[in-house]
C-alpha cells in the first residue's frame, strides 16, 4: 500500500527552528496535512497545502512541498516549549475516507 | 461547543468481552470516523459514515462493527474483544468528506488482556 513516513523524534533548544520531515509514496496525492497532537488529547489541523503548491506560510509555520522527491516538510520558527507535541504529516487525493497518515513525529522542546 | 467528546476515555478488557465507544459531535457534521492509533503506526481507518443511518468500511474494519443511529453519534462495537484490538481509538467528524478539515475527538486508549 501507500505510505507516509516520518522520523519519530526530534529534539530542538527553545528558540531555535525545528524541521519536521515526511515522506510520502502516493503519487496522486492532492492534499497534505499537518496535525499536532498534544498529550492527553486528539489530532487537530494546524496546516495544509495542495499539491499545486510549493510553499505555504502561516506565521511561524512554513510548509515546503518537494513534490517531484514526494518530500514535505513543516518548519517552526522560533520553537517554544508549548510546541512540544507529536505531529503528524497527512495526505489524501481528496476524500477524508482514504487519508494515509504517518506515524507522528515527537518533537521536544527544551529550555 | 464541547467539539467531539469520546466516552469512555480508559478500558481494559478480557479477551472475548464486548464493549462500545461512544462518539459525539456537536458541530452538525455529516460525515464521522472512527481510527486506531498503534505505536509506530501512523492512524488507520475502522469505519466511517457519510451520515446519519450510513456506515462504510476503511483500511481495518474486522473485528469491529459501528452503528449511526443520529446524526450526531458514532458508535464503535467490539464484539469480542481480542489482544490484538489494544489500541488508542480516535473518533472524529468533518462536515463534508473531501479535503475539509477533521476534528478529532480526545481518544479512548482500550487494553486488551
Known amino acids: 500500500g501507500e505510505d507516509v513516513e516520518q522520523s519519530l523524534f526530534l529534539s530542538v533548544r527553545e528558540g531555535d527552528s525545528s524541521v519536521i520531515n515526511c515522506t510520502y509514496t502516493?503519487?496522486?496525492?492532492?492534499?497534505l496535512y499537518w496535525y499536532k497532537q498534544e498529550p492527553g488529547a486528539g489530532l487537530q489541523l494546524l496546516t495544509y497545502?495542495?499539491?499545486?503548491?510549493d510553499m505555504k506560510q502561516d506565521q511561524r509555520l512554513t510548509v515546503l512541498l518537494n513534490k517531484k522527491d514526494k518530500h514535505l516538510s513543516l518548519r517552526i520558527a522560533d520553537t517554544q516549549t508549548g510546541d512540544s507535541a507529536i505531529y503528524f504529516c497527512?495526505?489524501?487525493?481528496?476524500?477524508?475516507?482514504?487519508?494515509?497518515f504517518g506515524a507522528g513525529t515527537r518533537l521536544t522542546v527544551k529550555p | 461547543n464541547a467539539g467531539v467528546t469520546q466516552t469512555p476515555k480508559f478500558r481494559v478488557l478480557k479477551t472475548g468481552q464486548s464493549m462500545t465507544l461512544l462518539c459525539a459531535q456537536d458541530?452538525?457534521?455529516?460525515?464521522m470516523y472512527w481510527y486506531r492509533q498503534d505505536p509506530g503506526m501512523g492512524l488507520r481507518l475502522i469505519h466511517y459514515?457519510?451520515?446519519?443511518?450510513?456506515?462504510a468500511k476503511g483500511e481495518v474494519p474486522d473485528g469491529y462493527n459501528v452503528s449511526r443511529l443520529k446524526k450526531q453519534n458514532f458508535l464503535l462495537g467490539l464484539e469480542s474483544a481480542a489482544p490484538s484490538q489494544t489500541s488508542v481509538y480516535f473518533c472524529?467528524?468533518?462536515?463534508?468528506?473531501?479535503?475539509?478539515?477533521?476534528?478529532f475527538g480526545p481518544g479512548t486508549r482500550l487494553t486488551v488482556t
Open positions: 472524529a467528524s468533518s462536515y463534508s468528506g473531501t479535503y475539509y478539515e477533521q476534528y
Open positions: 502516493d503519487s496522486s496525492s492532492t492534499y
Open positions: 497545502i495542495f499539491s499545486n503548491m
Open positions: 497527512a495526505e489524501s487525493r481528496g476524500n477524508n475516507n482514504d487519508m494515509r
Open positions: 458541530m452538525n457534521h455529516e460525515y
Open positions: 459514515s457519510v451520515g446519519e443511518g450510513t456506515t
